[in-house]
């Protein structure tokens, strides 16, 4: 004990939330001492018109900017060393992020490389980033990741095939201009994958061994939020629950910033760099296979986790309490007509092993209430099976 152990932070971007949000982006980057823009973002938001109408704000501020879109999810190294390439021939000084995590990703990867430079692999892991990046504006365009407010990167090794994770607060954005207008051209299949994203960082995040009083109450709040908001914005997309949600994901991305993740997170990232799952459809999958594990070790927490999702736990024993927000999760999940089982996706239990591996070394396995051994890991993954 060296004296600091016991220190805690928090650490949150500036954050400007509401309808229009996106309009002061120009303004955002010109402030921040930009003068040639570099935009990060993928052909599906092109294809939404965000990006035309971001370029217009950027134009009308007498930026000059160059757009890179070669993202794609499950972002990879060679992706970001492409962007970092593009930001150093435009000699860019400011990059913004127009997209879902995996653009937001990528954009972190680019400002890592060209003021740190080397190769994105040498970043894996806590602080390692050393040198302060570019200056950083993040318009999400989805409810999910909360990369936006976050000091983490997440980016795949594609010759390992496995998701790398890179924390630390010199990868913090700047700014996070949030403007649930942009949610509105997701998908419901999306609004609903994302949306249980959210969902596992909030527990996670409440439940993690780095939690405390500033991340508890967004924690609880987001959870909160997404029982009352994700399966209605997924069916109807309405402006209300989409703002909801946008809201859910922003406290989520806080919470877990601050207090890091857990074991969902950690066997969710192998599936991913693998299998190429999708994010929040692999956190779907997981998470009631790791509460119904983490539970016996935090007790409490999962029946105020029951309390928040709308369970009336009066009378109810301290275990019943905490196994029925397993119920209310599965019953989410259910209602959101989402995928339950790893076999979905051809998960070929012969890999199990090597996906144990990744997930016991994944830094998010550190904050799980409870730290699974190998073997215990390949059980949680085969029960998903
Ligand atoms: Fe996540």
């Known amino acids: 004990m060296n004296g600091y152990d016991s220190l805690q932070k928090f650490e949150v971007p500036e954050i400007i939330h509401g309808l229009g949000a996106m309009g002061i982006a120009g303004q955002c980057a010109k402030r921040l001492g930009g003068e040639r823009v570099l935009l990060v973002t993928d052909p599906g938001v092109i294809h939404a018109g965000w990006v035309d109408e971001a370029v217009g704000y950027l134009r009308a501020e007498g930026l000059k900017y160059v757009v890179y879109d070669n993202v794609v999810t499950n972002p990879r190294d060679f992706h970001v060393e492409e962007g970092a ?30 003021s740190n430079h080397g190769c994105i692999h040498d970043y894996e892991g806590c602080n ?18 909360g990369a936006d407010v976050t000091q983490m990167a997440v980016v795949t090794h594609s010759e390992k095939r496995m998701k790398m994770v890179i924390l630390g607060r010199a990868i913090m954005p700047e700014i996070s201009l949030i403007d649930p207008r942009l949610l509105q051209t997701e998908s419901s299949e999306l609004i609903a994958a994302t949306g249980m994203d959210t969902l596992t960082h909030a527990i996670e995040a409440y439940v993690s061994s780095l939690s405390w009083t500033l991340t508890d109450p967004h924690a609880i709040h987001a959870i909160e939020l997404v029982s009352e908001h994700l399966v209605h914005a997924a069916r109807y997309k309405d402006i209300k629950s989409l703002d909801g949600m946008s809201i859910a994901c922003l406290e989520a991305g806080i919470a877990f910033s601050n207090a890091i993740l857990g074991a969902v997170h950690a066997l969710a990232h192998p599936l991913g760099g693998f299998y190429d799952i999708h994010h929040g459809l692999a956190n779907a999958i997981l998470l009631p296979t790791v509460v119904r594990r983490n539970m016996e070790y935090s007790l409490d927490k999962y029946a105020r986790i029951a309390r928040a999702m709308g369970v009336d736990t009066n009378g109810m024993s301290l275990e019943t309490a905490a196994s029925s927000s397993l119920l209310a999760i599965t019953k989410l999940i259910e209602d959101l007509g989402l995928p339950s089982r790893l076999s979905e996706f051809n998960v070929n239990p012969d890999d199990i092993s090597l ?26 993954y085969r029960e998903a099976l």
């Open 85 to 114: 390439r593009v930001y150093e021939k435009q000699e860019c000084d400011v990059i913004v992020a127009v997209g879902g995590g995996s653009p937001i990703d990528t954009a972190k990867g680019i400002a890592i490389l060209v």
């Open 128 to 145: 390692l980033v050393t040198q302060p990046v570019p200056p950083l504006v993040c318009i999400p365009t989805t409810a999910g990741t």
């Open 355 to 380: 996906l144990a591996d990744l997930a016991k070394d994944d830094m998010c396995m550190r904050t799980n209430p409870y730290c699974y051994s190998k073997d215990e890991i390949e059980t949680l």
